[in-house]
């Protein structure tokens, strides 16, 4: 069975102050792992997929990273508009069905 | 494009209604999903569509039945729901659905509250 850990739960940054989010999973065959941005009483918005690892993809201020055990978002400079709940997925085995984890809630402040 | 729209946006409804939630999108993707979403938790999956046809259900209740008239249509009809179904229904689609790996686009989602 496919598992994934958020860590942390919750995170408090200045704007300005960089940090990462982490994603551990289990997986039996890795098709994708795929990070989502996810506002208050709204939908998740796709954000990035990852396939193997050593791989990485970067967006504005976003950096994602993979290896063959975890995942990361890093998060460079910060501004107030990225607070959000962060989650995490990963697809393995047969089809197409996504494992989330709990997510990390971030809130950045001025 | 990577927009999938749902409607309604809200919906309150009590326990001997019928009602009906709907998603479309036209992003060409022949695979479409359903989620429940608790507050403060992840997505679970209901049902999943792959060339209109339901490919998985995962155990979800009677009461919700889904239905996919066409490749860009997906609703999911609501009968004799309980107080705990109320939550945050969302909408998504990829690809396939049967190749793995394919990044799920999501929908902006219904709140629904059961009275």
């Known amino acids: 069975e496919d598992q994934v850990t958020q860590s942390p739960e919750a995170l408090r940054l200045q704007e300005g102050e960089s940090s990462s989010l982490n994603c551990s999973y289990t997986?039996?065959?890795?098709?994708?792992l795929f990070w989502y941005r996810q506002d208050p009483g709204k939908g998740p918005e796709f954000l990035f997929t990852l396939y193997s690892a050593g791989e990485e993809k970067e967006k504005e201020r976003l950096k994602a990273t993979l290896t063959k055990k975890e995942s990361f978002l890093h998060i460079t400079a910060p501004k107030p508009e990225d607070s959000a709940t962060y989650l995490c997925?990963?697809?393995?085995?047969?089809?197409?069905?996504?494992?989330f984890g709990t997510g990390t809630q971030l809130k950045v402040e001025l | 494009d990577t927009e999938v729209t749902q409607t309604p946006k809200h919906l309150v409804m009590g326990m001997t209604n019928k009602k009906s939630l709907k998603c479309e999108q036209h992003?060409?993707?022949?695979?479409m999903y359903w989620y429940k979403q608790k507050a403060k938790k992840p997505p679970e999956l209901m049902f999943v569509?792959?060339?209109?046809?339901?490919?998985i259900n995962e155990s979800v209740p009677s009461r919700f039945s889904p239905e996919c008239p066409n490749s860009s249509l997906l609703n999911l009809h609501l009968h004799a729901l309980q107080p705990e179904d109320s939550a945050l229904y969302l909408c998504?689609?990829?690809?396939?659905?049967?190749?793995?790996?394919?990044?799920?686009?999501f929908g902006p989602g219904t709140r629904l509250l059961v009275l």
């Open positions: 998504a689609s990829s690809q396939d659905g049967v190749g793995g790996g394919e990044t799920q686009y």
């Open positions: 997925a990963v697809n393995g085995g047969g089809g197409n069905k996504l494992t």
């Open positions: 569509y792959s060339y209109e046809k339901l490919s």
């Open positions: 992003m060409g993707h022949r695979a």
């Open positions: 997986v039996s065959g890795l098709r994708g």
